[in-house]
């Protein structure tokens, strides 16, 4: 099946709430996304999705990220549509608990879309085939988030990151790269002038390191807690 199975949890089911608060977390890649969501796996009012990276690593038996990073012009748009597709199952996927937090979103699958038209990796028809099914899942299904998170992040503290964590796939990526795709974030989610913006934004400094990180952490969780539907 594409849908692994989610965080097993013990809690009592959530029969009264009409549906989850659901936040989602944005920012540059290594910019802590999966710290962020590791914090909130506790909780046992909360299912926390992760990003579907191992669905995109074997579809099959191919890794269509090796193979986006390998041949942009050639794969970007085979892997983009799987991300779509990865993200709205997630999206529409709804667990029994008052609390769902899902690393990205269909929505900022659009920032590394976009980088890839500025770049031109991606053709007009092609651009043009992504957002067609963008604007239709987003019109015709209910997406429902609450809240974005946006782990804020100087592009060479996430460069460090992703050096010492050594993703193999992402051995290519550059500096240049990752400016470009904190730009775009910022664009979007903090200077808000590129993409709608689906949910009210709450900016955290992904820069801090992890000590500090876990401080911005409780005090977002109790924004979240506090907050109703
Ligand atoms: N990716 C992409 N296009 C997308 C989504 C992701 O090209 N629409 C790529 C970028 C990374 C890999 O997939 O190489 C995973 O990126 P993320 O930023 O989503 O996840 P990280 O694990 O890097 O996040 P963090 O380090 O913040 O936990």
Not at 45 to 51: F, H, I, K
Not at 171 to 179: A, D, G, I, R, W
Request: charged share 25%; net charge positive.
């Amino acid at each position: 099946s594409l849908i692994p199975v989610f965080q097993k949890t013990t809690a009592s089911l959530c029969n009264l709430c009409k549906r989850q608060f659901t936040v989602c977390v944005e920012g540059n890649i290594g910019s802590g996304k999966t710290t962020f969501l590791s914090h909130f796996k506790k909780f046992n009012n909360t299912t926390v999705l992760q990003e579907p990276v191992d669905l995109w690593r074997d579809v099959g038996g191919t890794n269509l990220l090796k193979l986006m990073y390998e041949d942009p012009a050639r794969h970007a748009f085979l892997f983009q549509s799987y991300v779509q597709l990865t993200m709205l199952q997630r999206h529409t996927y709804k667990p029994p608990l008052p609390y769902k937090i899902m690393e990205r979103s269909v929505h900022s699958g659009r920032c590394f879309i976009e980088n890839m038209k500025r770049a031109k990796l991606l053709s007009n028809v092609e651009i043009m085939v992504l957002n067609d099914w963008y604007e239709w899942c987003t019109q015709n299904t209910n997406l429902e988030i609450d809240l974005i998170v946006y782990l804020r992040t100087s592009p060479t503290v996430v460069y460090q990151r992703m050096k010492e964590r050594a993703r193999k796939e992402e051995n290519s990526v550059s500096l240049e790269y990752l400016k470009q795709i904190h730009d775009i974030h910022d664009e979007w989610l903090y200077h808000q002038t590129l993409f709608t913006v689906p949910a009210p934004v709450l900016v955290l400094d992904g820069n801090k390191n992890l000590k500090d990180m876990i401080i911005e952490f409780e005090n977002c969780k109790n924004q979240i807690f506090n907050r109703k539907i």
